[in-house]
């Protein structure tokens, strides 16, 4: 079935500085990638999501870029701040071995922002 | 998109005992999920809730320990039965919306702490 990693699992960067955080996906029939921020004690967020009839998204300053050769795409977050501090999920959605509709996450990424 | 509420937010459980899990959306979605998120790790599907029939679970989950209803579009039940501390997880209903949305939203999650 499908397979999704995700690296780094623990990230810290500087106030102001970007973050990248990659994924790969193992079924290349998936077709959408979504990303969830989950802040402490709340439950996950969708962040910004990405079909596969596109490479690029961008909002604000998150953005999320996808390889379909490759089979990896990656979050993006220009300018961090504190409140950034958050665990990140990455996600696949949609391939064909996943036995119907199904979403496979990610580890998660720790992500620090030191003010 | 969706908004979902989710009950108990947090409970603290004794050993053997059962806790139900209700989960409300705020409009009729196509499809509801269970996941449960022990402390630290990424998501994990349980079951997907079938308006008016028996949910279908993932490999290692089974009935007997966490069934499932889901009575109409917009609400559905998780029952974690005979709890042991092993347990001790959050529980998250999620739903996709349907039509050409096929995005998953999380509720905020119910923290059960089995002592």
């Known amino acids: 079935g499908e397979n999704v990693e995700q690296h780094p699992s623990t990230l810290s960067v500087q106030e102001g500085d970007s973050a990248v955080i990659k994924c790969t996906y193992s079924?290349?029939?998936?077709?959408?990638f979504p990303w969830y921020k989950q802040e402490l004690g709340k439950g996950p967020q969708l962040i910004i999501d990405?079909?596969?009839?596109?490479g690029e998204k961008k909002d604000q300053r998150i953005a999320v870029t996808l390889n379909k050769t490759a089979k990896h795409f990656s979050l993006h977050i220009t300018e961090t701040q504190p409140e950034d501090s958050a665990v990140y999920f990455c996600?696949?959605?949609?391939?064909?071995?996943?036995?119907?509709?199904?979403?496979?996450f990610g580890a998660g990424t720790r992500l620090f922002v030191k003010a | 998109s969706a908004v979902i509420s989710q009950k108990p937010s947090r409970d603290i459980c004794q050993r053997g005992t059962s806790l139900t899990i209700q989960c409300q959306v705020d409009?009729?979605?196509?499809?509801m999920f269970w996941y449960r998120q022990q402390p630290g790790q990424s998501l994990t599907l349980i079951a997907t809730?079938?308006?008016?029939?028996?949910?279908?679970?993932e490999s290692g989950f089974v009935i007997d320990k966490f069934p499932i209803s889901r009575p109409n579009l917009t609400f559905s039940t998780l029952t974690v039965s005979n709890m042991s501390p092993e347990d001790s997880s959050i529980y998250l209903c999620?739903?996709?919306?349907?039509?050409?949305?096929?995005?998953?939203?999380f509720g905020e999650g119910s923290w059960l702490t089995v002592v």
């Open positions: 999620s739903v996709v919306p349907g039509g050409l949305e096929n995005t998953i939203y």
């Open positions: 079924d290349s029939a998936s077709n959408y």
């Open positions: 990405i079909r596969s009839n596109v």
């Open positions: 996600a696949a959605e949609g391939g064909v071995n996943t036995g119907g509709f199904k979403t496979i």
């Open positions: 409009s009729q979605v196509t499809m």
């Open positions: 809730a079938n308006q008016g029939s028996e949910a279908t679970y």
